[in-house]
């Protein structure tokens, strides 16, 4: 049962236009979301993250929104340049004890045209 | 680079073999994770150390075992291994085991052939 979905494999967006990745989520005790870029042969870096008891996280050309009751969200990335194209994963912590362990999407693959 | 290191970067064995993935964590990290990405999968939650003990589990095998030594290095083991073994194996490091915001080491790809 996968808790964290990643709906869209694959993304292709026009160098300055707008990119949008969605990620849905089942698990209600998630109460932590992150999404993290991954370049081929090295690991995910950590990107942006927001907090539950946030709706909108804003970092540069990157914004996170969270739309708790429709257990969704979304990354926004404006201007969207080449060297974005990346594998972008959604991750999704629940708090429980002091342990938090990080539930993935699949990922989606972002190519950005020049 | 991330600051955590994780040899070797390739691994190709045979099935029924034994391998052992090492990751060393960022400095100043103390708790560890392993992570598991198959092909076309995102990434699944192995184990977590913390300071030396074991902290939380998820979708681990009981062929698999892991532990982490007084340095704070981790060490995964994967035994009578499977074709379905094949994987990408990432490792990643956090302050503390209440931190989201984990660093990943680039993985060590297994083949099992």
């Known amino acids: 049962d996968q808790q964290v979905k990643q709906n869209s494999p694959s993304l292709s967006v026009q160098e300055g236009r707008i990119s949008i990745l969605n990620c849905d989520y089942t698990n209600s005790m998630f109460d932590y979301f992150l999404w993290y870029k991954k370049y081929p042969a090295e690991g995910p870096t950590f990107l942006i993250s927001?907090?539950?008891?946030?709706d909108k996280n804003e970092d540069g050309r990157f914004t996170v929104f969270l739309n708790k009751s429709a257990k969704h969200l979304s990354l926004h990335i404006v201007p969207s340049q080449p060297g974005d194209s990346a594998v972008y994963f959604c991750?999704?912590?629940?708090?429980?004890?002091?342990?938090?362990?990080?539930?993935f999407g699949s990922g989606t693959q972002l190519t950005v045209l020049p | 680079d991330s600051g955590v290191t994780q040899t070797p970067k390739h691994l190709i064995t045979a099935t029924g073999q034994r391998v052992t993935l090492r990751c060393s964590p960022r400095?100043?990290?103390?708790?560890v994770y392993w992570y598991q990405q198959s092909l076309d999968q995102g990434l699944q939650f192995l184990i977590q150390?913390?300071?030396?003990?074991?902290?939380a589990k998820g979708n681990i095998l009981e062929r698999f075992s892991a532990q982490q030594f007084p340095d704070l290095h981790s060490e995964l083991n994967l035994s009578s291994l499977e074709l379905g073994d094949s994987a990408l194996y990432f490792c990643?490091?956090?302050?503390?085991?209440?931190?989201?915001?984990?660093?990943f080491g680039q993985g060590t790809r297994l083949t099992v052939v």
């Open positions: 991750a999704a912590s629940a708090s429980g004890g002091s342990a938090r362990q990080l539930t």
């Open positions: 927001i907090s539950s008891i946030k």
């Open positions: 400095s100043g990290d103390l708790s």
């Open positions: 150390y913390y300071n030396g003990e074991e902290r």
């Open positions: 990643a490091s956090s302050v503390d085991p209440g931190n989201t915001e984990a660093f």
